[in-house]
């Protein structure tokens, strides 16, 4: 299982990003896809979730502000983040929770992040 998360960068305080995580090797229709953050000296925290049916939820922090969607096609999830604000700086993983195969158990499957810094 590959999860290729990209669109991170380097914006001001009240730009935008857009971030996208493609996956191969998982039946990613079947798959809930997460978006994490990590930044240094910070327990990893859970951003925002969508589930199978497209059901989303948010952490207190950026409701309002981001927003998970995915594109089964595609087998890809976004995370658009709108009004970003330099606390929001960290490294963004995406993280697949699903099976390789019909039958099989789930399993949790991360990507390699994508970097994130908001300036003030």
């Known amino acids: 299982v590959q999860l290729q998360a990209c669109g991170g960068g380097l914006v001001q305080a009240g730009e935008f990003l857009r971030l996208s995580c493609t996956a191969s090797g998982i039946i990613f229709g079947r798959s809930a896809m997460n978006w994490y953050r990590q930044s240094s000296g910070k327990q990893r925290e859970l951003v925002a979730s969508?589930?199978?049916?497209?059901?989303?939820t948010y952490a207190d922090s950026v409701k309002g502000r981001f927003t998970i969607s995915r594109d089964n096609a595609k087998n890809t999830v976004y995370l658009q983040m709108n009004s970003l604000k330099p606390e929001d700086t960290a490294v963004y993983l995406c993280?697949?929770?699903?099976?390789?195969?019909?039958?099989?158990?789930?399993?949790?499957?991360w990507g390699q992040g994508t970097l994130v810094t908001v300036s003030s």
């Open positions: 969508i589930n199978l049916g497209g059901g989303t």
């Open positions: 993280k697949a929770r699903g099976r390789t195969w019909l039958m099989g158990p789930d399993g949790d499957y």
